[in-house]
């Protein structure tokens, strides 16, 4: 039978006190801190049985207090905080952010920023998906995406920069974007690996282009990726975007749909794309408003 959490944490509560007060020789305190912080965990761990997950956090939180303060053990101290984010993410995504970040400043402190980029993954991931907070989000998938890419994890590193790139994008930072874009794009045509996704790297870079409104700086584009990648300009993503520039010249709306619908019959566009590219096509709309 799984064990009342809240006894457990009276006598948590009761060793935690024990041990503040009074003399101690022979380590005697430093095992009553010991002892408060296992009954911390246990309480924690019944609590997560019964599913009452912010009062697991709170509990694991006082454990990792002790661990910090009393016993000199941060890097425990560290994973209980990770394990506090575990629990908070659901119920109270503010608080598992802020436990988390606490854990990832102790990992870059002692070195160790392969660990640290992955919680800052996660913890960009909550900004992204549970807080809502796509500025905080988009800053935090940059830093990890950096610290993978000074710890030789170019893979990692890249698939961040392209979330950053997404993010940015809609957050209507487009030369952020571009700049993502097409750095990925560059790094992945010396990998045989990615070289099959540089297509569409370099097709979300120009439609970056386009929805910043500069259509000299997207034909520059179109040609700079020619020479980095000369299969483009074979592939359907290049003549796509050959197209699109075409119709925003000719102020062509219909033939700006047009297009899109044909490319769209072959490869589906996704919500990303399509809601920039609906921007673009609004661009076209208000250009001929302001000549009408």
């Known amino acids: 039978m799984a064990q009342d959490p809240r006894v457990l944490l009276q006598k948590a509560d009761k060793a935690a006190s ?31 049985l019964q599913k009452q997950n912010i009062e697991a956090g709170q509990t694991l939180e006082k454990a990792a207090n002790i661990q910090t303060n009393h016993l000199s053990e941060p890097d425990d101290a560290a994973n209980t905080l990770t394990e506090a984010f575990k629990v908070y993410r659901k119920d109270s995504p503010q608080d598992a952010a802020r436990v988390l970040a606490t854990a990832i400043s102790h990992y870059t402190s002692k070195g160790n920023f392969r660990r640290a ?39 990692l590193a890249s698939k961040l920069y392209l979330k950053v790139g997404d993010l940015a994008a809609l957050e209507g930072d487009y030369s952020k974007a571009t700049d993502r874009f097409e750095s ?27 929805a910043a409104g500069d259509l000299v700086a997207t034909k520059r584009a179109l040609e700079q990726y020619k020479e980095w990648d000369p299969s483009f300009v074979q592939q359907r993503e290049c003549l796509l975007l050959e197209d699109l520039v075409g119709c925003v010249e000719e102020g062509d709306q219909d033939g ?30 208000k250009e001929e408003e302001d000549f009408s």
């Open 184 to 210: 990925v794009a560059k790094s992945s045509l010396q990998n045989n690996l990615m070289r099959w996704s540089v297509k569409e790297y370099l097709l979300k870079a120009g439609i970056c282009h386009l």
């Open 117 to 155: 980029a992955t919680h800052q993954q996660n913890l960009a991931e909550v900004y992204e998906n549970e807080v809502g907070d796509q500025k905080k989000a988009l800053d935090a998938y940059e830093t990890a995406a950096g610290w993978f890419e000074s710890d030789n994890a170019e893979a």
């Open 18 to 48: 024990g041990a503040t007060g009074g003399f101690s020789f022979f380590g005697g305190r430093t095992e009553k801190w010991e002892n408060a912080a296992d009954l911390y965990t246990q309480a924690a761990n019944a609590f997560r």
């Open 256 to 285: 700006f749909s047009e297009k899109l619908y044909q490319y769209d019959q072959m490869s589906k566009l996704d919500k990303w794309k399509t809601g920039l590219l609906l921007k673009v096509k609004g661009g076209i709309e």
